[in-house]
């Protein structure tokens, strides 16, 4: 059996059989079916193999659901643009519901930055002399940065209320084995210069359970007909676990890798009657 919340040393049938049963299956992105913006091996076919029972759930905050789709065409994966959620994209709309006109302090890559123009947030940039005050500070990756914008952003943060986080990761994985600092490094950067200052800070990605409600919704499952695949415990498994969703963690380096995986799961589909699968 898999237990909901604790990491099993599962093996690749056994992953496979509650993959195959379960009626959605949430994929992190990074470190799980990409690394440096490309696939990683079996990451294509697994996908193929599950069709639209497939949701990619994603901290990532620099691209939108349609660059995702886009690689994944590439790669001749047919991939529904409604099931990608991304924390970055679900940030800004969460806050284009309810933010009023009020300015936002924003930290963002050009493209997330332009999103958020569209959907109409009043926008006071994170890399810019701010002279009005406000209420709330949106942080997400940015890989320009700097101490211009830190030195911006924490004199923001000084008189408002709340300081929204698209993600807490410090890192996600690069190709080779490489690191790449991530939206919670560079929220960290502007915590340590705080002080005794005490915004509310709110989480929108992984392992907060939003994101993974958002993604039960647009499925229409409920928990336990649901498994989390990824890389992350501290993310994926802590957010599947408060959630109530089973997780079936993998890891480029082994033991369970996505190509073991996705091979593990075409063989099992394979052996499977139509009638079974949908059971």
Request: glycine fraction near 8%.
């Amino acid at each position: 059996m898999l237990l909901i919340g604790v990491v099993s040393v599962l093996s690749p049938e056994e992953a496979a059989g509650f993959i195959v049963t379960a009626k959605a299956v949430l994929f992190d992105w990074d470190g799980c079916l990409a690394a440096g913006g490309s696939l990683l091996v079996g990451a294509g076919d697994i996908l193929r193999a599950l069709g639209s029972k497939s949701y990619i759930l994603s901290n990532n905050s620099t691209d939108q659901p349609r660059d995702l789709t886009r690689l994944l065409k590439q790669f001749d994966v047919m991939f529904p643009l409604d099931n990608v959620l991304l924390a970055g994209h679900q940030t800004l709309a969460c806050e284009a519901a309810r933010s009023n006109g009020r300015p936002i302090c924003l930290v963002a890559a050009p493209q997330m930055v332009a999103h958020a123009m569209n959907l109409g947030l009043n926008l006071v940039m994170g890399n810019e002399e701010i002279d009005e005050a406000v209420e709330t500070v949106i942080i997400m990756r940015d890989t320009s940065f700097n101490f211009r914008t830190l030195t911006t952003v924490v004199n923001s943060v000084r008189d408002c209320k709340r300081i929204v986080v698209s993600n807490p990761d410090m890192t996600h994985p690069g190709l080779g084995g490489t690191v790449q600092p991530e939206t919670g490094a560079l929220f960290e950067a502007i915590r340590a210069c705080l002080g005794d200052r005490t915004p509310v800070i709110e989480i929108i990605g992984k392992p907060s359970q939003a994101m993974f409600v958002a993604a039960l919704d647009r499925a229409g499952v409920r928990p336990a007909q649901a498994v989390m695949v990824g890389d992350n415990p501290a993310t994926d498994g802590a957010g599947a676990e408060a959630s109530g969703i089973p997780f079936v963690q993998v890891h480029p380096e082994g033991p369970l890798t996505m190509a073991l995986l996705a091979q593990a799961v075409c063989e099992r589909l394979a052996s499977e009657t139509p009638r079974s699968i949908n059971q």
